[in-house]
């Protein structure tokens, strides 16, 4: 399958590859088909979500553990059978990020140029290639902090 995105030209999708999200993202209800990218680098920091279903969607979503976060959800029997996760350890948690307008490249994660959406992590099922997104409200979730020793 072929789509033309607005930020990374023409892509060919392996239909084997579509990370879907059930339930859409908040605000963005009617696109749950999602394909994983990255630049074709060692060790890239940022993955990009590119909507399958709104080829001008793209979100940039990061490792938490780069803003010195370590994430410990609890989620819904709902949520659990969403993702059908046999264990944990099936689960990846990322942030969105964003960078606020003159920040200009990728090294803006480590220079404190980009803002990251903490209370809405997305939860992935990599292996089954499904995820949600986990909005937070309020104190039932933990997140530790870690110097990371320079910024």
Known sequence: MKIDTTRF??????????????????????????????EDKAGPVVFY???????????????PALFGFNYELALSDEEAALLQAGSPAELAVVLMVYRPLGAADERAVFQGGVSANINGPLVLNLGKKLGLQKVLVGPQYDITLRDSGGA
């Open 49 to 63: 979500l590119q909507s399958l279903d709104d080829p001008a969607l793209a979100f940039s979503i990061v490792d």
């Open 9 to 38: 030209g023409e892509l060919e999708i392996n239909p084997d590859t579509i990370l879907t999200f059930p339930r859409g993202l908040p605000g963005f209800e009617g696109c749950g088909r999602y394909q994983l990218l990255h």
